[in-house]
Structures are given as structure tokens and as C-alpha cells.
């Protein structure tokens, strides 16, 4: 079955960049789309944006400016950055698929702690 | 964008119905059918267990339905079970082409 595994560090120090690699195993990698989300501890969660398989991009309104977002469908990977972090990023990521025209995700990843230092 | 509202919390008993309500505008759920629910039990992550508005995912009980009316999408459980006890967040796709995650609901099975 298909499976996603997020990997990165899991300390960043404010105002650097955080950097997220989600893999894809026991399944393909295109004809879908590709999500980070994050929940703060005790909060809820909070869509970061998507990629499709083409390369193409959507993000949150409230973060579009500091996030980029790519992937490798050679290495079965995609990637979020996020520049500029503050405290406030601090939460777990999470990287998830949907399904075109679908709308949801089907498939999580387990979820990775990123804390920003100051 | 603005988070959908939910309640913060439900409560009810073994064998009893709750309903989880998700309002948002006509931006969001009003004009979408893009509309998703999610289960996360704590320290998990979330589990799909609606999508499109009342389609449950291979697997998820039909205990679980969904609906929607104008701007409010809804999550129903019914013969509730204490495996039910868990954060409970809807989604939904937007007109801008983005979504939005409401802000939870905890649900409590007394």
C-alpha cells in the first residue's frame, strides 16, 4: 500500500529556511497531487499548498510568500520550503496525497515536529 | 482565507447520535462539493472518513455520514462508540482553486 514518510530536521532557527521531504513508496507518484499541512501543538490544522505531479502549485494565501514547494518524480519525493520561520511555525507537518477532482487526502504521512529555535 | 467554524466540542453517550456541524461561505462550502472529513485520534495523524460532501472511503464504517446544506456541511455518527473519541476537522476546496480545514471539533464519548 502506498506510504509517505516525511524527513528533514527537526530544529530550525528563526528567520532561516525549513526544508521538508516527503517519499512516496508502494505506489505512483503521478496523476495526483501532493499537500503539507501542519498542526501546532494543540491547534488545528492548517493547509500549507499542493503540487501536482506536473510541477504545477497552489498555496495558502497566508503563506504564499515564503513557501516553495517542488517535485522529483524520479526520486518519488516532493519538498516544501519555508523561509523566514518564526515561533509561530513551529508545529508538525505533515505531507498527505489527494486525489485530482476529489478534493480530500486520502493517505498521510505520519507527521514530523519542527521546532524554530530563537 | 478564513478557517470553517465548528464547534469546539460534542459530547454523547454509547449508541447515540451527534452531529458535527462546518460553516463557511459561499467562497468555500456554499460553492463546493469538495467538502472532506477527517478523524484524528490524539497523537495520530488525520484519517480521511468523508469526502465530497457524503462518500465514505473503503473501510470507514457507515456509522459515519455526511451532508450539506447551503453553507453548512455536516458530519453525523451514529451508534456511537467509544473508539469514535477523537478531533474531528472538515475541508473544503475554495473558489480560488486553495482549501481551507475548519478549526476542530472534539468529540467526547461520555
Known amino acids: 500500500q502506498v506510504q509517505l514518510q516525511e524527513s528533514g530536521p527537526g530544529l530550525v532557527k528563526a528567520s532561516e529556511t525549513l526544508s521538508l521531504t516527503c517519499s512516496v513508496s508502494g505506489g505512483s507518484i503521478s496523476s495526483y497531487y501532493w499537500s503539507w499541512v501542519r498542526q501546532p501543538a494543540g491547534k488545528g490544522l492548517e493547509w500549507i499548498g499542493r503540487?501536482?505531479?506536473?510541477?504545477?502549485?497552489n498555496y495558502n494565501p497566508s503563506l504564499k510568500s515564503r513557501v516553495t514547494m517542488s517535485v522529483d518524480t524520479s526520486k518519488k519525493q516532493f519538498s516544501l520550503k519555508l523561509n523566514s520561520v518564526t515561533a509561530a511555525d513551529t508545529a508538525v507537518y505533515y505531507c498527505?496525497?489527494?486525489?485530482?477532482?476529489?478534493?480530500?487526502?486520502?493517505?498521510w504521512g505520519q507527521g514530523t515536529m519542527v521546532t524554530v529555535s530563537s | 482565507q478564513s478557517a470553517l467554524t465548528q464547534p469546539p466540542s460534542v459530547s454523547g453517550s454509547p449508541g447515540q447520535s451527534v452531529s458535527i456541524s462546518c460553516t463557511g461561505t459561499?467562497?468555500?462550502?456554499?460553492?463546493?462539493?469538495?467538502v472532506s472529513w477527517y478523524q484524528q485520534p490524539p497523537g495520530t495523524a488525520p484519517k480521511l472518513i468523508i469526502y465530497?460532501?457524503?462518500n465514505r472511503p473503503s473501510g470507514v464504517p457507515d456509522r459515519f455520514s455526511g451532508s450539506k446544506s447551503g453553507y453548512t456541511a455536516s458530519l453525523t455518527i451514529s451508534g456511537l462508540q467509544a473508539e469514535d473519541e477523537a478531533d474531528y476537522y472538515c475541508s473544503s476546496y475554495t473558489t480560488s482553486g486553495t482549501l481551507v480545514f475548519g478549526g476542530g471539533t472534539k468529540l467526547t464519548v461520555l
Open positions: 465530497e460532501v457524503n
Open positions: 459561499s467562497s468555500d462550502v456554499g460553492s463546493s462539493n469538495r
Open positions: 498527505a496525497r489527494g486525489t485530482v477532482g476529489r478534493g480530500a487526502f486520502d493517505i
Open positions: 503540487i501536482y505531479s506536473s510541477g504545477s502549485t
